[in-house]
């Protein structure tokens, strides 16, 4: 069984279009992030939510909204997608904050954004 | 905040060869670090982390680590890769609430 997963894998879409990704993980944790990974590769944490309460939002644009439903779900809604928004987009959770006492954070296998 | 640094970004290097792939953390008190890899197309697998303890941290795959706290540092090593550990080697800290990422080594591994 997939730990975290999430859907889609590859999307390909125009630019101004709004588009969703959806994460679930099934490992009971109390804590999950979205994480962008650009062409360079460069891993770049967004948000963090702790039992659905929002406790990490680094400067992202205001286009990009996450929610979460319940615990085992966050997703991530984007607005008006700009080229610049094409990434690798990772989805992970963990029993807690991420690193507080060597707590490991466990990723999805990632959803493949392209704005053309 | 925790920042993270990976030197040498590519690395290439013939199978049986060793491997050390280093990392630097800037200060932030208590220091939880990992090291994770990406294989080709696929996503983030946890190889070690340190918290407490021995530093010197055993991995799956043969690979360890060893925490020198007065170096700041957190190098990842192995003895003798293979052509499968080619892949993207990316080094971690928590700090401030989150867990920060180097830019990460690109290891290739020539049969």
């Known amino acids: 069984d997939t730990a975290v997963s999430q859907t889609p894998k590859y999307l390909v879409t125009q630019m101004g279009n709004d588009k969703s990704i959806k994460c679930e993980q099934n490992l009971g944790h109390d804590t999950m992030y979205w994480y962008k990974q650009d062409s360079k590769k460069f891993l770049k944490i967004m948000f963090s939510y702790n039992n659905k309460e929002l406790i990490i939002n680094e400067t992202v644009p205001n286009r990009f909204s996450p929610k979460s439903p319940d615990k085992a779900h966050l997703n991530l809604h984007i607005n008006s997608l700009e080229l610049g928004d094409s990434a690798v987009y990772f989805c992970?959770?963990?029993?807690?904050?991420?690193?507080?006492?060597?707590?490991?954070?466990?990723f999805g296998e990632g959803s493949w954004l392209t704005v053309v | 905040a925790q920042s993270v640094s990976q030197h040498n970004h590519h690395v290439i290097l013939s199978e049986a060869a060793s491997l050390e792939l280093g990392c630097n953390y800037s200060?932030?008190?208590?220091?939880?670090l990992f090291w994770y890899v990406q294989y080709p197309g696929q996503h983030l697998q946890l190889l070690l982390k340190y918290f407490s303890g021995d530093p010197l941290v055993k991995g799956i795959k043969g690979f360890e680590a060893e925490f020198i706290k007065s170096k700041f540092s957190f190098n990842l090593r192995k003895p003798s890769v293979q052509w499968s550990d080619t892949a993207e080697y990316f080094c971690?800290?928590?700090?401030?609430?989150?867990?920060?990422f180097g830019k990460g080594n690109q290891v290739v591994v020539i049969p």
């Open positions: 200060y932030g008190g208590t220091v939880n």
């Open positions: 971690a800290a928590y700090g401030n609430n989150r867990l920060a």
């Open positions: 992970a959770s963990s029993q807690a904050p991420g690193g507080v006492m060597g707590n490991t954070i466990y």
